[in-house]
């Protein structure tokens, strides 16, 4: 079936300072991407997505690039701010019809001023 | 805006009780589905539905079942609930082709005495 494996955390950052989260799946197919993010207290958030291999997706900042050939998914910010400290999960969406999400594990980002 | 609303932010119950969770969104989408979050293990899906008064089991139902009378609520029901039912309950909604990404709602976290 279906999998999604993220990078263990936590990830503890300065202000200013790159960030990459590691993503790999395993599905059939062609499956969609995203990126959620979970602030503290609240629900998920779509943060980003992309449909097909080479699309890169980007919001607030951060992007994923679509690889088909690594089966990956890593999400950048080139300089992360004391605002990002949240979860952040990698999801897929299988190619079938009424397809459900697929999420990694998440892992939590704090990032120190 | 997308609105995914629960009937409550924190709820208590006690070993055995019955115990209604709701879910209400505004978006006309067809996808609708519960999922618990736990430290370390993620989200995982307990139950979906991709119509009215259609329902599929996730990757967790056991102790769980789900109403949906109308397009718009989804209720989750544990119908004797217990200690390792303690966790934050997820909502979320999505268009029937899931393409755009799922929409969440805040959570409910349930704590079972």
């Known amino acids: 079936g279906d999998s999604v494996t993220q990078m263990e955390g936590p990830v503890t950052l300065s202000e200013e300072a790159f960030l990459t989260i590691n993503c790999t799946y395993t599905?059939?197919?062609?499956?969609?991407l995203f990126w959620y993010v979970q602030y503290p207290g609240e629900g998920l958030q779509l943060l980003l997505k992309?449909?097909?291999?080479?699309d890169k997706g980007s919001n607030k900042g951060f992007e994923a690039t679509y690889r088909k050939e690594t089966t990956s998914f890593h999400l950048e910010k080139g300089s992360v701010q004391v605002s990002d400290s949240a979860v952040y999960f990698c999801a897929l969406r299988g190619s079938g019809a009424n397809s459900k999400l697929t999420f990694g594990k998440g892992i939590t980002l704090s990032v120190r001023p | 805006d997308v609105k995914v609303t629960q009937s409550s932010r924190y709820l208590v119950k006690r070993t055995g009780e019955k115990v209604f969770l709701e879910c209400v969104q505004d978006?006309?989408?067809?996808?609708m589905f519960w999922y618990r979050q736990d430290p370390g293990l993620g989200l995982r899906l307990i139950y979906f539905?991709?119509?009215?008064?259609?329902?599929e089991k996730g990757d967790i139902p056991e102790g769980y079942s789900v109403s949906r009378e109308k397009k718009e609520r989804f209720s989750l029901i544990l119908e004797s609930a217990s200690t390792n039912q303690t966790s934050m309950y997820l909502c979320?909604?999505?268009?029937?082709?899931?393409?755009?990404?799922?929409?969440f709602g805040p959570g409910t976290r349930l704590t079972v005495t």
């Open positions: 539905s991709y119509d009215v008064k259609m329902k």
């Open positions: 978006m006309d989408h067809e996808n």
């Open positions: 979320a909604s999505s268009l029937i082709s899931g393409h755009r990404g799922q929409y």
């Open positions: 599905a059939t197919g062609y499956p969609s």
């Open positions: 992309a449909t097909k291999a080479d």
